[in-house]
């Protein structure tokens, strides 16, 4: 169950970032949606430590799968620039975030 | 766009002030107040960067990324951490793809 609630925590979170790029375009309604995505993912979070998930794992998926979701869609949704040499970036932050929280 | 990283250099100290606040707030309460204006003006800070045309992959990226190294860079030296060879490589690791994230992404006045 820990593990949904880490999934949960990070498509929230990723939502509300996402959100955050369509609140700054002009569209400041989108704000609340922000808010509501990282309050529920804080949630969320904190639902996974108290079924066990260790805060390094845990912080480390939430991370990486954070930061390599936001420039796909992103991409896709927004247009914005995705090249290889960003997916090599981002893979290699992907690993660094991985062993940083489990070294 | 110089200050853009200038910009970018204010939320990501921000944050990690606010994420270390959070860890001491555990010993000193008063420290949950840095963290809320930690929090508040790291996201003020992106907001400004994304309405300045700044692509929210590449802020994103280099902001959780580079966030992520300095707090556990910071944690260690602050709350005398372990900090293990593996946890150097990470470092590196994080700081190379950064680069590269921004270096790949186009045009390269995206952030500069």
Redesign the interface.
Known sequence: MSWVYLIGAILTEVAGTLSLRVAAGGRRGWYVVVVGGYVVSFVLLAAALQEGLGIGVAYGIWTALGVALTAVLSNALFGEPLTRTMVLGMGLVVVGVALLELG | MRDRWAVLAIAIVTEVTGTLALRGAVDRPWLYAVTAVGYVVS?AA??RL??AGA????V??IW??LG??LT?GLSAWLFDEAF????V??????????????????PPE?LS
């Open positions: 996201f992106l907001v994304l309405k692509a929210l992959g590449v994103y990226g959780s990324g992520v190294a556990a293990s060879g593996l946890m490589l990470g470092l590196v690791l994080i700081v190379g793809g950064v680069l590269l994230i921004e270096a790949g992404s186009h995206e």
